[in-house]
Structures are given as structure tokens and as C-alpha cells.
């Protein structure tokens, strides 16, 4: 069977495309927001076990369409096969190196820093450059300690109290915010278009569920000069967000830590007010926490909405696609404008 996309797969630098051309079956390129690492998977007709197993740690760059979709660190080869089966060869890796120095539990602490400096230290510790977002970056402590965590762990905890999204490809280590559609250096992430009968193969969307949505956030902090607790509120953006309030579960330090709670919390309302997933052709372009405007499904499902993953899979005998999940809907999803408030439908020639 002959590839219907363009691939190449390189292994330490060496482009193997040629050699692999008649025995890589499918490739799987998942790209996820949040902790979890992108991951690669390609399976290998292994008849004969005519190619080299390839070495843990070993770099793979994967490139569809002339476009660069994943880049890591091989992990775990793992061979497979039946009598009647034949013989396959599963290459995983992930985009992290998880034998390396960033699962090494680290002890240190740093006095009145910012969380730029504090965790730009633990990055280098663990032999990764940083890049963070600006505004995370100059977020200031008295105080960091890391007592028994690696920096995974550092930098996952951090993501979660600020609403932000941690992850390391390569030898980078990325911390950027949520919901912005920039990269930490500012520059846009891309946006991508769904057309229902032109590119999207099937959707599957909720444009409104308000079980995790909330109308505004409380955060009690102690005021150390009044010797006090007090609190701060904050109201959340959003179409129709209930009546709930999203009190913080625990006291923060200070007035300015109540504040990033809550714009975290409220940037996480705004996230989880909708979800779905759409299977589109192959589209190299959609990045997680960039965005996905879908056209022609129906009034109230048609808008805009956040990319939490993306799954490319490519295979040697059935083309090759693009699996989008979806949060954070907007630009008209999930409003039907077209009236009837007594959902009345139009009156059928044949059914009356």
C-alpha cells in the first residue's frame, strides 16, 4: 500500500523515511493541554525483525505534511505477534525525557523571589531552559522551597494554583496561561478552521454544561498588619454561570495570592462551561490551547471553542486525521438567536 500523506520520521538525526517506507504501518501523535507530556507512537510491520530495535532516550522528530507535530524521546520499544498475527513493533516516546534529570526529586529554597527566578532555578537543576509566561513569571514570595519534588512535580503544582499549562518537549520546559492563545513569548498559537462538509469527518459537542461553572470566587486571606483574615470576591465572566460561588478551600497568605486564586478559578469557570470533540482530515496546524471555529453544525453549536488535545493519526492504508477536544465554547456557541422561546418547530407540508 503507498502513504496518501507526506511523513518523516528521524531517529538521533538520521531520516529514516526511505528505509521505513514499506514497512511503518500508522504513526499517533497525541498533544495534550496541561501536565501530561505529548506522546508518539509508531507500529512497524517486524517480519524477520528487519529493522534495528532502537535505544530508550534515543531523539524522534515526526513531521506530517512537512510540518513538525512531535518531538521527544523514545521510551519503551515494545515487540508483539501471534502465530497467525505476524509480527509488529510498537517505537513509544514522549516528549519529555523521563529518564532524565526532571524526575529527580530537588531540595532547595529561595527568599523573596519571583516564581521566574525560583523555578528558573529548579530548571536548570534538572538540565532544561524555562520559558514562562510573563505574568507568572513576575508573581513574587517571600518564600519557595521544593522539598522532595522534582520539577514534573514543581512545575505541574504551579500550573494548578495559577490556571496555567506546564509541560516540557525536549530540552524546554514550557509554563504558559490558560485561555490566552499565546505562547509565553506572546506570539499567537494557531487557529483553525471545522467546516461540516468540507473538512469534518463527525462532532460530538455540548456547547453549554454549567455543572463546573460558577456566577463568582471568594478567597479568605490574612491581613498580617490588621492581624485579621479578611476576604476578597471576584466576579466571574460567563453566559448564564448559576447561582454557585466558588469559596476557595483553603486560607492564602496574602491579599495579592487571593487574587491569582481567583483569576485562576476564573479562567477554569469560563473553560469548563462546554466540551466536545471533532474528528476532522488531517490538520497539522491545531495546537493545544490554541482555538477551533466550527461552521454549518447547527444554531447554538456554530462558534468558537478552546483545543485541550490533539491526536493526529496517520496510517499506510487509510489517510490520515485529526481528533480535536474541545473546551471553553464562545463566539455565539451554545446561543441559539433564531427565537421560538416555545422551541415551536416549523410546520411540516407532509406530518402537519
Not at 528558573?120 to 522532595?148: C, T
Not at 496555567?164 to 520546559?173: C, E, P, S, Y
Not at 505562547?183 to 473538512?199: E, K, Q, R, T, Y
Not at 479562567?267 to 471555529?293: F, H, I, N, Y
Request: proline letters at 3%; charged letters at 30%; a neutral charge.
Amino acid at each position: 500500500m503507498v502513504w496518501k500523506v507526506d511523513w518523516e520520521v528521524s531517529i538521533d538525526g538520521r531520516n529514516l523515511t526511505s528505509k521505513w517506507a514499506s514497512v511503518l504501518i500508522d504513526i499517533e501523535v497525541t498533544d495534550k493541554a496541561g501536565a501530561t507530556s505529548d506522546a508518539c507512537s509508531l507500529t512497524i510491520d517486524d517480519t524477520g525483525g528487519q529493522i534495528r530495535l532502537p535505544r530508550e532516550g534515543q531523539r524522534l522528530v515526526v513531521r506530517l505534511q512537512g510540518r513538525k507535530v512531535f518531538e521527544g524521546f523514545i521510551e519503551q520499544p515494545q515487540s508483539s505477534g501471534s502465530r497467525n498475527g505476524g509480527r509488529i513493533l510498537k517505537i513509544k516516546a514522549k516528549s519529555a525525557d523521563t529518564a532524565g534529570k526532571a524526575k529527580e526529586p530537588q531540595n532547595f529554597h529561595t527568599d523573596d523571589a519571583t516564581l521566574g527566578e525560583f523555578l528558573g532555578d529548579a530548571a536548570k537543576r534538572a538540565g532544561l531552559d524555562l520559558a514562562i509566561d510573563p505574568s507568572f513569571a513576575s508573581v513574587r514570595r517571600d518564600y519557595w522551597s521544593a522539598e522532595g519534588e522534582s520539577f514534573f512535580a514543581l512545575g505541574e503544582r504551579w500550573a494548578r494554583r495559577l490556571g496555567g499549562t506546564f509541560k516540557i518537549r525536549g530540552d524546554r520546559a514550557v509554563l504558559a496561561r490558560r485561555g490566552e492563545a499565546t505562547s509565553p513569548s506572546g506570539s499567537a498559537l494557531a487557529a483553525v478552521a471545522a467546516i461540516v462538509g468540507v473538512n469534518v469527518i463527525k462532532w460530538d459537542i455540548t456547547p453549554r454544561d454549567p455543572r463546573r461553572t460558577f456566577k463568582s470566587g471568594t478567597a479568605r486571606w490574612f491581613d498580617r498588619a490588621a492581624a485579621k483574615y479578611k476576604s476578597t470576591g471576584l466576579e466571574f465572566d460567563g453566559d448564564d454561570p448559576g447561582d454557585a460561588d466558588n469559596v476557595a478551600r483553603f486560607i492564602m497568605a496574602d491579599e495579592d495570592e487571593a487574587g491569582e486564586h481567583l483569576d485562576a478559578r476564573k479562567r477554569e469557570s469560563k473553560r469548563e462551561a462546554g466540551s466536545g470533540t471533532v474528528e476532522l482530515d488531517l490538520t497539522v496546524d491545531a495546537v493545544a490551547e490554541g482555538q477551533m471555529t466550527i461552521e454549518n453544525a447547527r444554531a447554538g453549536v456554530d462558534g468558537t471553542y478552546r483545543i485541550e488535545s490533539v491526536k493526529h493519526k496517520a496510517s499506510r492504508g487509510g489517510g490520515a486525521t485529526t481528533t480535536l477536544e474541545l473546551k471553553e465554547p464562545a463566539g455565539g456557541a451554545g446561543k441559539d438567536k433564531r427565537g421560538a422561546p416555545d422551541f415551536a418547530l416549523p410546520r411540516s407540508e407532509t406530518l402537519g
